[in-house]
């Protein structure tokens, strides 16, 4: 019992040292002078999932053009992968077959090579397959870069590779496009590549928040201790991609989530958000921005919610990729559902708590274990003498 005293008291000193700390504490921000200055043109912000893989092949120039173009879109997300001889394409997978008449992975082929495939071969309503022999081939990092370089709009580019080389490849290539870091943010597959490439741009880029950061941000905010947490750990990141669906009773919408962002100079997109009922939701809560396969039907609704101003007053009446499906993303994988269970059952709060109070009983255990045996050779003398 009085291990579990101990652990007890020491607990609530713990927790109360944690709060005291939070509320004396700063949140800081280290953004850089290219991050800070990369600004959305419209709040809420349309977000072009994949260049707009909706209405056009996915990660295209041909997509990512015709979402600019048509409907303003503030922000381009997508992706790279490297080539065997060292170029860097806009593409999801590592593999070819999904999008592609192809087979393989992406680093097994040149440039060339590459470009001999069909990236439209699947777009598909699930009836036609309307890209087909249409030309439409893969484009580089460095043709995203000619393309909207003069043009008032962010390329969101995640870096898929899990390889530290290819930060290495990409900084050299990075180089030798000017100006890139006026418009493009990156983020990467994992928070070893991220810290890696933050490392080798000397933090002096356009970052976008890691698995890491995104699950430091839930506990942060969750825990209500945020200005504790960025003192100690500040903000590198200009955009944060979260889910727009509530993971683990986890609301990314809730105002208590949002209230540390104008601090630490980051704002945050929904992600991917396909109909008009979700997206209505995300508007109404006033959201920095909305990631879509479907940039037509966030602009429209952004029209007719914020009188935001159409670039053309008509809708899309072309092929509709059943990639977009007309809903938002869901938890489907298991670790997401097992996360999604265990946080909606028990609250952060109370596994934070609990979590410290179970730590001090095992230390206070193992304390109780060594003094016992390091007394143990006194009471054997003792009880000899007596």
Known sequence: MKVIRNAFVLTIIIVGGIYYANSIFEPRSLLSSNAKNMKLKHKPAIVAHRGGRGIK??????AMRYSYENYDADMIETDI?????????FIHDD?????????GFIKDYTLAELKQLDFGYWFTDGKRYPYRGKGIHCNTLREGYEEFKDKNVIMSV?????????????VDYLNTLSGYEKFMCFCCANHTMTSYFKEK???????????????GYVIATSLGITNLWYHFIPNENRFFHVPFIS????????????????????????????????????????CDGLTSDRPDIIEELLHSITEREL??????????SLDAKD????????SCKFIDVVTSTIPIPLIFICSIFIINICLFSVIHILMMILSLPFNLFKKKNE
């Not at 992968?81 to 394409?89: P, S």
């Not at 593999?95 to 087979?103: D, H, K, P, Q, V």
């Not at 993971?247 to 992600?271: H, S």
């Not at 670039?311 to 509709?320: A, D, L, S």
């Open 57 to 62: 092949p996915e990660n295209t120039i041909e």
């Open 81 to 89: 992968h490297i080539t065997k001889d060292g170029e860097f394409i």
């Open 95 to 103: 593999t070819l077959e999904r999008i592609t008449n192809g087979t």
């Open 158 to 170: 995640e870096i898929k590779d899990r390889d530290l080389t290819v930060i290495d490849k990409l």
């Open 201 to 215: 741009t000397n933090h002096q880029l356009c970052y976008e928040a890691s698995e890491i950061d995104a699950v």
């Open 247 to 286: 993971l683990g009773g986890i609301d990314f919408l809730d105002k208590k989530m949002l209230q540390i962002l104008p601090k630490i100079d980051l704002e945050i997109m929904y992600f991917t958000i396909n109909n008009k009922r979700d997206a209505a939701i995300c508007i109404g809560k006033k």
């Open 311 to 320: 670039v053309h007053n008509e809708r899309f009446n072309g092929v509709i």
């Open 327 to 334: 809903i938002s993303w869901e938890c489907e994988s298991i």
